[in-house]
């Protein structure tokens, strides 16, 4: 990490500590005597926050829940926690919206599919960050994706989020009026992914341009849907504008994702595997055992950086 | 249901039983040798669709695999089928991205939380009752809501499905450019259903317009989420504004739900309970067990529809 390190441990003041501090920028929150995160299941009246998750420096969020379980055991092998084979619980197991699973300072998050379904898990993760007093907290989404011009398999870290028309926004409605709000991601934490995926050498791994779509079907010129109103023609003209645009991997979720890390200061990453490559076709057709390969490659990649940072590596 | 009944059974000849078939409006589907739904863990080339799924002539839909799986169970004890206490096998157990359960004619199937998360399911739950030649398919949303202006645990028909501003459309973007989509349900079947909760006498049931957001705090005018740069009475305002445009409740999947009815020729309506009066608050506070029973109403409401169209009532 050397210099870069934008997540190394450093001996803090009270003062910084404060700075490093998960914000929320909502003045009515102070004004609340409980807090219930709902669709978590849990409360500040129910639940010790920051007994049960002030320690966290690490959060890694994903579509699937079963693919978040599978990470939390696989960090804790990384880092030497727990016992081999431990059933991590989900604490979230009062709702099935979401699960959630925490190894020492490791907190794995499913948040389902679409900008709407990361959304509501990104305001209550928020929260419960802050109600936990976390401090210098790093979020990344480990996800699975379409590829533009790239070997299914390859990595993408993003650099930018961008729309359906390639622009670096999140555009919110709130109160029934447009809010415009960035998509850049922290640059030196890609660039630590970056430099971490140079050491592992297990696979192809770029930085790129992400585009973020509300439909995985004719929102991301898909031909295969139940409905499709364009031709093969205008499909790959619109990707291949899209390439040009610098993206390289299509996804649901990185541009909310984004925009709700730079609202409040928290530094974030999104590491997403190709599953195909979208030039080629749009049904994902390789086998299973392959794809589930795929999935581990952000694991590996992140489960990298985290212990390094953690100096233990 | 007497005359007005859309739903009631027929003597089909041919010719109307190949215009009541699921119709998928893209043209490339024909050219597909295979067809994978990959969300479902199903595919043309490993399953027998017809053979699985020709039976089905009602689909209900709703954001929880777990809700989804009660309805299940519920709706077989309604019509009669199978044994008492079977436990029902989630088809789409290859992944968790979605759960599907089948009882008959009756297909449960859950949809996250969402406009990109349940168009997903959509567009591939079409596809899969086109493969299966299905006739004269009804789907019903059964969902959860925040109300206005009711009290909590009314249930709300929705007339049609509104966006933020209170407009009965729903914007797409595809190939980069923005194309709108009507979002009114079936009006016979709204009606129906209305008759139907008179006859259960059991709840307050309402038919009312329902606004359908992308977000859940800041895109339903809430103050509890991680961001909020509005004022109470600024909030306020915004739901009175919505009442006054007919609005009796906000959730995140309508407006999509409708349209892709709209644009395939299902016979489509979304049922939702209120958890909550949002001009009274906007956490959700009410007791676990009475949530519970809140979110039987839809089911218990779509149960005796389903019944009385089957002819067992």
Redesign the interface.
């Known amino acids: 990490m050397a210099t870069s390190g934008a997540l190394k441990k450093k001996t803090v003041d009270k003062q910084s500590a404060e700075d490093a501090r998960v914000h ?6 102070e004004k ?1 005597k ?3 995160l ?2 978590f299941a849990l409360g500040t009246s129910t639940h010790d926050f920051p007994a049960l998750f002030g320690d966290i420096k690490f959060v890694c969020v994903g ?4 693919r978040m379980k599978t990470f939390i055991t696989y960090i804790a092998e990384q880092l030497d926690i727990g016992n081999p084979g431990y059933d991590y619980p989900n604490i979230c197991a009062g709702t ?2 979401y699960a959630m699973y925490k190894a020492g300072p490791v907190l794995s998050v499913s948040h ?6 990361i ?2 898990m ?6 419960l960050l ?1 109600h936990s007093k976390c401090c210098n907290v790093t979020i990344i989404r480990i996800g699975t994706s379409g590829g533009i011009g790239l070997t299914p398999g390859s990595v993408v870290i993003t650099k930018q989020a961008v729309d ?3 622009k670096p926004q999140f555009e ?5 009026k447009s809010v415009i709000r960035g998509t850049c991601l922290d640059e030196n934490l890609a660039e630590d992914l970056m430099e971490c995926a140079k050491e592992l050498d297990e696979f192809n791994t770029v930085i790129g341009n992400t585009m973020c ?7 991301q ?1 898909r ?8 031709t ?1 023609e ?2 790959l003209q ?1 990707l291949k ?1 899209a390439h040009k645009a610098g993206v390289r991997n299509i996804e ?1 979720e990185s541009s909310v994702f984004a925009a ?1 890390c730079n ?2 200061g928290l530094k974030g990453a999104v590491v997403c595997v190709t599953l195909l490559n979208r030039l080629e076709g749009d ?3 390789t086998p299973h055992d392959v794809l589930k390969e795929y999935q581990t490659r952000p694991q590996k990649l992140v489960g990298h950086l985290i212990k390094k940072c953690l100096g233990k590596k």
Do not use: W
Not at 122 to 127: A, D, F, G, R
């Open positions: 929320v920028p909502n003045p009515h929150l609340m409980d807090d219930i709902y669709h579509g699937s829940p079963s099935d919206r389902g599919m679409g900008i709407p379904s959304a509501i990104l305001h209550e993760l928020i929260k802050y359906a028309t390639f919110q409605i709130i109160l029934g779509t509300l439909d995985f079907y004719e929102g010129a031909l295969d849907g139940a409905i499709c109103m364009y093969e205008e499909k619109y504008e649901m709700m609202v409040s049904q994902i057709s």
